[in-house]
């Protein structure tokens, strides 16, 4: 699917809740983090963090990829995943809709 | 230098304050980490994080080497770092601790 295939208005709903979902992930690894923080008692807690830090770190940099041509999957992993709700993407075209929601079940 | 020219004395002494270092060095990582954790805002401020124990874990595991052909080395960096001081190795004989001395000026 190409940007050309997305109106203005549909770009702005994404992009809203494309930022929405970044936002609360970044949010909920900011409180784990500064949870497991605060209960370092020895070198390996500090290393199973390091770890930790690491998994999320490549994970997220792989998630948040804003390219239309991805974009639907992109959805449909965030809604399975609990950081957007499918009806945060109403006013994007039906097709659109029932593709991500059939994504997000698979 | 090899294992026959330490004593049990000297291997005590060594072995009592190797621990020491490791454990304030242990100490004072994790204090730093829950502090730095502690004003975590953003997810760059995460990763900055990760970054530091990235570099610390590096430097850990190959520091602490506990073997008798690197340790004056080992003493002389844990000197200069502060983690020991060079009176916590008295009872080492004159030779090894004006050795240890000598490389924690270096």
């Known amino acids: 699917m190409s940007e050309a295939e997305w109106t203005d208005i549909e770009k702005k709903i994404a992009r809203t809740a494309f930022n929405q979902a970044y936002d609360r992930e970044v949010e909920a690894l900011l409180k784990q ?3 497991q923080a605060s209960t370092l ?3 390996s807690d500090l290393w199973r963090l390091h770890d930790f ?10 998630k948040y990829d ?11 992993g965030l809604i399975k995943e609990g950081w957007i709700d499918l009806n945060e993407l109403d006013g994007l075209d039906k097709d659109k809709l029932s593709k991500v929601a059939a994504l997000a079940r698979m």
Chains 1, 2 share one sequence.
């Not at 804003?66 to 449909?76: D, K, N, P, R, W």
């Open 33 to 35: 983090v500064r949870e």
């Open 41 to 43: 008692v020895e070198l």
């Open 53 to 62: 830090l690491s998994a999320r770190r490549y994970e997220f940099e792989g």
């Open 66 to 76: 804003y390219q239309y041509s991805v974009l639907l999957f992109v959805f449909a």
